[in-house]
């Protein structure tokens, strides 16, 4: 099993930056990927971001266009998503998700962290 917390969501303004944080704990293993979803009312799960634990390849939704960036950092076994240049449209609960691949259906999921962006 695999254990994930995220942290860091907030109220911001349009313009703004939030990093989330995702604490993991549990087995997992260096083929692993973290990643990203987000939902917004009345809207599909949707893909954020992703990285491989090892080696720390990343990839983004189309929608990011560069704002987005994921990192991790293997000692704190945690990955992060720094947000920034933030819209309306970025408001939703962000999901940290961890499996082998993470574009879709990973089996793993945190609680979720909500991120509103006020215009």
């Known amino acids: 099993q695999v254990q994930l917390v995220e942290s860091g969501g907030g109220l911001v303004q349009a313009g703004g930056s939030l990093r989330l944080s995702c604490a993991v704990s549990?087995?997992?293993?260096?083929?692993?990927?973290m990643g990203w979803f987000r939902q917004a009312p009345g809207k599909e799960r949707e893909f954020v971001s992703g990285i491989r634990w090892s080696g720390g390849t990343t990839y983004y939704g189309d929608f990011v266009k560069g704002r987005f960036t994921i990192s991790r950092d293997n000692a704190k076994n945690t990955v992060y998503l720094q947000m920034n240049s933030l819209k309306p449209e970025d408001t939703a609960v962000y999901y940290c998700?961890?499996?082998?691949?993470?574009?879709?259906?990973?089996?793993?999921w945190g609680q979720g962290t909500q991120v509103t962006v006020s215009s």
């Open positions: 998700v961890a499996d082998v691949s993470v574009t879709s259906n990973p089996r793993y």
């Open positions: 549990g087995r997992t293993f260096s083929s692993y990927h």
